[in-house]
Every structure is written in C-alpha cells, then in structure tokens.
C-alpha cells in the first residue's frame, strides 16, 4: 500500500479550459474527502464520499465542479470553464468511516495554475 | 469560512528550543487534531485529542485541550530542523463529517 495518490501533481492551464484532477485512495478506505488549499491558508472542505455516495457539497464547490467516485474506488474532480481564482492546491484525503476519530490521510496535492 | 485560528501565524526558534502553537475554535467539537504540511506537499497527522480529554502525548508532542475556552495548544519539545512545516489543527463537530482546519502556523527551525 503506497499510500493516497494524486495525478497530475502540477497542472498549467488557460483560463476557459476544463481540467481533470484525479485521486486513488488507500485501497481498504471507504471515505474520500475533496479539499482546497490556497497559498497561506488552511484547506476549505469542498466535498466528500462514503464508497461511490457523495454525501456533502460545500457551498465552495459551485456547478463549474463536479466529483465523482465510480465505484467507490478513485475519485476524480472536474472542473470546467477555468477561472483564475481556481488556482489552488487541491487535495485529496482517505480514511475509514464511520466515526468520528478517524485520521485523514492526504495526497501530495495537485497544483492547478490557471493563465 | 474555516473554523480555526492559529496563533501565532508564524514562528521560528533556535535548533533545541521547545515551540508552542495555539488554536482557537468556535463550536463545539467531538474532536481535535493536529497535522504537519511539508511545503507544497500534503497534510501529515500527528495526534488526536477527544473532546473529554485534557493533554495527550506522543513522543515530543504534547497536545493540550480547552473545551471552555475552546483553545487547544500543541508543543513540540527539542525542536529539530525537520520539524520545520507549517502546523494546522483541525476539528470536527458532532453530525458533521468533515474536518475543518484552521489557518495555520508556519514553523521555522534554525540549525
């Protein structure tokens, strides 16, 4: 078990392009949380899966994004029309759940540029 | 908007000096953690703390907790250059799933 896996790692994009990030959780964990992190800041919560069921949306997360986990497996998250203010880190965490004392496990992040 | 305040914003100590952060929150909590980023890498946990439990240790850590003050406080003893990081605490709610983190405080250890 290598641990949770982000590709790309970094991503260049133009503003108006769509770009597709992609996360492979701890194979045993059910759980798989979306966050986003800018520069100097902590990650906002953007949303999250119990297996293949997205069971939260945060208010962050407007209609130009949208997760998926098929099969409740990997996930990824698209995000079409790009906008500047998308320029982030966003990563991808695991764990098993339910309860409330599970520790999350990160990726190394996928760094979105958007020109 | 994120729940957590961290105090200071920004640190650094001499290689061997213990350091100190804060973490403020603003509801209740069920639990409280803390995690190390690494500069442009991902988030690394480091210690739990339940809402009933006042100070847990783990090897140089030791974590405090405030429920009436809603404050928690993490020291690192004997402080190392590799623990230079950015610290984040982190909380979640009873009937809440997700955990919320604060804005961090950025470690600096000088050899």
């Known amino acids: 078990d290598t641990g949770v896996s982000q590709n790309p790692r970094h991503k260049i994009t133009k503003r108006g392009q769509n770009v597709t990030f992609r996360c492979d959780p701890i194979?045993?964990?059910?759980?798989l949380y979306w966050y986003r992190q800018t520069l100097g800041q902590g990650p906002e919560f953007l949303t999250y899966?119990?297996?293949?069921?997205?069971?939260?949306k945060s208010r962050l997360l407007s209609d130009r994004f949208s997760a998926e986990r098929p099969k409740g497996s990997f996930s990824t998250l698209e995000i079409q029309r790009t906008e500047q203010g998308d320029s982030a880190m966003y990563l991808c965490?695991?764990?098993?759940?339910?309860?409330?004392?599970?520790?999350?496990?990160f990726g190394s992040g996928t760094q979105l540029s958007v020109l | 908007s994120q729940q957590g305040e961290e105090d200071p914003q920004a640190l650094s100590i001499q290689e061997g000096e213990n350091a100190t952060m804060n973490c403020s929150y603003k509801?209740?909590?069920?639990?409280l953690q803390w995690y190390r980023q690494n500069s442009g890498r991902g988030l690394v946990h480091l210690i739990l703390?339940?809402?009933?439990?006042r100070e847990k240790h783990s090897g140089r850590l030791r974590v405090t907790l405030d429920t009436s003050k809603k404050s928690s406080s993490l020291l690192i003893t004997a402080s190392r250059a590799a623990d230079t990081a950015s610290y984040f605490c982190?909380?979640?709610?009873?009937?809440?799933?997700?955990?919320?983190f604060g804005t961090g405080t950025r470690l600096t250890i000088i050899p």
């Open positions: 194979s045993e964990h059910n759980r």
């Open positions: 509801t209740s909590i069920n639990n």
């Open positions: 703390i339940r809402s009933n439990e």
């Open positions: 965490a695991s764990t098993i759940a339910p309860g409330y004392d599970e520790k999350l496990f």
């Open positions: 982190a909380s979640s709610n009873f009937g809440n799933e997700k955990l919320t």
């Open positions: 899966f119990q297996n293949e069921a997205q069971l939260e």
